[in-house]
């Protein structure tokens, strides 16, 4: 198992930025990626951005593209997601997601933590 806590969601007005948190623990040797998703009211869960755990090639959704940057520590076994110039578009509650190695989808989410951003 691998467990996944994220932190650093808020309230900020268009334009600021937030730089979210989320700690793995547990079986994290078994990871091979990890993701951000994000889930506004009403709609679905959508991809933001994903970042390998050993080599750290990174892919980015377009609406966030130039945006928002994943990075990782693997000493202390956290993703963290950098955004800036926050767009109200943006206001979601935000996942962080762990992939298994061999694994097609990602099998571990956090609890999420809301983003919002005011115009």
């Known amino acids: 198992q691998v467990q996944l806590v994220e932190s650093g969601g808020g309230l900020v007005q268009a334009g600021d930025s937030l730089r979210l948190s989320c700690v793995l623990s547990g079986r994290i040797f078994s990871v091979d990626t990890m993701g951000w998703f994000r889930q506004a009211p009403g709609k679905e869960r959508d991809f933001v951005a994903s970042?390998?755990?050993?080599?750290?090639?990174?892919y980015y959704a377009d609406s966030v593209k130039g945006r928002f940057t994943i990075s990782r520590d693997n000493a202390k076994n956290t993703v963290y997601l950098q955004m800036n110039s926050l767009k109200p578009e943006d206001t979601a509650v935000y996942y962080c997601a762990a992939r298994r190695v061999g694994s097609l989808g990602y099998g571990y989410w956090g609890q999420g933590t809301q983003v919002t951003v005011s115009s």
């Open positions: 970042i390998s755990w050993s080599g750290g090639s990174t």
